[in-house]
């Protein structure tokens, strides 16, 4: 069978060429991921470096895996705020409001979470929750995550900074780093004006080239050998995570990849026309692909993997298929052996005690503004969706989670639904949801 056949591009108005930009593009958007993961995890005592290795391997297999299956442009990978649960919270020491599990066990709490991720997947419990969000909910979504995405990258391009008082304000904007990553950001946007169809990806090299010829980021060569997985393999621990104290830590992780992965999806499909009448296609293979993947990332030494948010700056390319995908988790395994590279595409530059990542700014603030094109589709005439969408909408930035947005949308939506006498249009779902929200808000939360 021919790659047109296999991943249908002419029926997704899509070609060889596209796809493969769209793939590099969305790799080039989330490489920081595979040297912040070693970063992160290092603190419980992993080995970064085979957290480095099993972060690339599970990404590729996850996402594959994404594109094969699901054919969908959607990358895979360990996600942001997940892994500071699991470092800093589960296996965090006591002394600093950590539960101070050892990080075996929090990867096996970790394993039982997937495993529960991909049965809901397998039933279809996880894709006919997709269903039952209105309309309005999914294109606020969108926004949000857009709006997330755009804060990350004024924060890592370092035109805001953290202020007591008022807890953002702008930042040094005569900083090298800062003014690379703003050049960054106007070159996308010139070429993107001007029609380009790798505008983000040529952006975010040629800001990769003036980081090192300024010396912000350090040249690290281009070619070493992938390091060892040996220290992680396999060292999960799942009985003593089957254990009554753990419960709460399993619930956690299992409600934050069932969000994220729920809020992302709709997100990225609602940005690149994948959605078919408030539904989307393959969905329970999309969501049964995280879970597999969260289970074979426990397994190699990586927390949580769920759909990338950052893969819309492939769709932004014109990706519309699995292929991108496939391209992507290709570039990821090459991530193992040209280490060097991928390590100056996510490298942080220390700014005033904060960490800035100049190169892959860019691209989350373009991105970030395309995805606030959902608002056009919000119902701003009907009171319980405008005002549930609006909270969806700010609660992600001002939260800095995905999941808070979907958790505040959910619960504002029932109740005021119910107030204005309509309470039997809401899907059950999504009261149990909205229900569950409230009780880990009661239950969960300091």
């Known amino acids: 069978?021919?790659?047109?056949?296999?991943?249908?591009?002419?029926?997704?108005?899509?070609?060889?060429?596209?796809?493969?930009?769209?793939?590099?593009?969305?790799?080039?958007?989330?490489?920081?991921?595979?040297?912040?993961?070693?970063?992160?995890?290092?603190?419980?005592?992993?080995?970064?470096?085979?957290?480095?290795?099993?972060?690339?391997?599970?990404?590729?297999?996850?996402?594959?895996?994404?594109?094969?299956?699901?054919?969908?442009?959607?990358?895979?990978?360990?996600?942001?705020?997940?892994?500071?649960?699991?470092?800093?919270?589960?296996?965090?020491?006591?002394?600093?409001?950590?539960?101070?599990?050892?990080?075996?066990?929090?990867?096996?709490?970790?394993?039982?979470?997937?495993?529960?991720?991909?049965?809901?997947?397998?039933?279809?419990?996880?894709?006919?929750?997709?269903?039952?969000?209105?309309?309005?909910?999914?294109?606020?979504i969108a926004a949000?995550?857009?709006?997330?995405?755009?804060?990350?990258?004024?924060?890592?391009?370092?035109?805001?900074?953290?202020?007591?008082?008022?807890l953002v304000a702008l930042g040094n904007l005569r900083h090298p780093a800062v003014l690379v990553a703003i050049g960054g950001t106007l070159l996308i946007g010139g070429l993107l004006a001007r029609g380009s169809r790798g505008a983000i990806l040529v952006g975010t090299l040629a800001t990769a080239t003036a980081a090192v010829a300024l010396g912000l980021v350090p040249y690290h060569g281009v070619v070493a050998p992938p390091p060892s997985l040996a220290p992680t393999l396999a060292k999960l621990e799942v009985g003593a995570a089957l254990t009554p104290r753990l419960v709460t830590v399993v619930f956690v992780l299992f409600f934050l990849g069932l969000f994220d992965t729920i809020g992302t999806l709709v997100g990225v499909a609602e940005q690149a026309g994948f959605l078919r009448g408030g539904r989307l296609p393959r969905a329970r293979e999309a969501m049964a692909t995280d879970a597999l993947g969260t289970i074979v990332g426990t397994v190699l030494g990586t927390s949580t993997v769920t759909a990338y948010v950052e893969s819309a700056a492939g769709i932004e390319e014109g990706a519309r298929t699995g292929l991108a995908s496939v391209v992507?988790?290709?570039?990821?395994?090459?991530?193992?052996?040209?280490?060097?590279?991928?390590?100056?595409?996510?490298?942080?530059?220390?700014?005033?005690?904060?960490?800035?990542?100049?190169?892959?700014?860019?691209?989350?603030?373009?991105?970030?503004?395309?995805?606030?094109?959902?608002?056009?589709?919000?119902?701003?005439?009907?009171?319980?969706?405008?005002i549930a969408s609006f909270l969806t909408m700010v609660t992600m930035p001002f939260a800095f989670s995905i999941t808070e947005g979907i958790a505040f949308g959910f619960i504002a939506y029932a109740l005021l639904m119910l107030a204005a006498g309509r309470g039997r249009a809401v899907h059950p779902l999504l009261y149990l949801f909205a229900v569950l929200f409230l009780a880990r808000y009661a239950l969960l939360t300091t």
């Open 144 to 166: 949000g995550i857009g709006l997330l995405l755009a804060l990350v990258g004024f924060e890592w391009a370092g035109v805001v900074r953290a202020a007591p008082g008022t």
């Open 1 to 140: 069978m021919t790659l047109d056949g296999f991943f249908q591009l002419r029926a997704r108005g899509t070609d060889v060429r596209t796809e493969v930009v769209g793939g590099a593009t969305t790799f080039v958007a989330l490489s920081y991921i595979v040297f912040v993961q070693p970063a992160v995890l290092g603190t419980t005592g992993m080995d970064p470096g085979a957290v480095l290795t099993a972060t690339c391997l599970t990404s590729a297999f996850a996402t594959a895996l994404m594109g094969l299956w699901a054919n969908y442009p959607i990358a895979v990978a360990p996600a942001m705020g997940h892994n500071f649960y699991f470092a800093f919270v589960v296996a965090g020491p006591v002394a600093i409001g950590g539960l101070g599990y050892p990080w075996p066990v929090a990867l096996g709490a970790n394993c039982i979470a997937g495993i529960a991720f991909l049965a809901l997947s397998l039933i279809g419990l996880r894709e006919r929750l997709i269903d039952a969000i209105p309309d309005s909910l999914k294109h606020a």
């Open 328 to 386: 992507t988790a290709v570039l990821l395994l090459a991530a193992l052996f040209f280490a060097p590279l991928a390590r100056m595409a996510g490298a942080g530059v220390d700014v005033g005690g904060a960490t800035l990542h100049p190169i892959v700014a860019p691209a989350l603030i373009v991105v970030g503004s395309f995805m606030l094109r959902a608002v056009t589709q919000l119902d701003v005439r009907d009171p319980p969706a405008a």
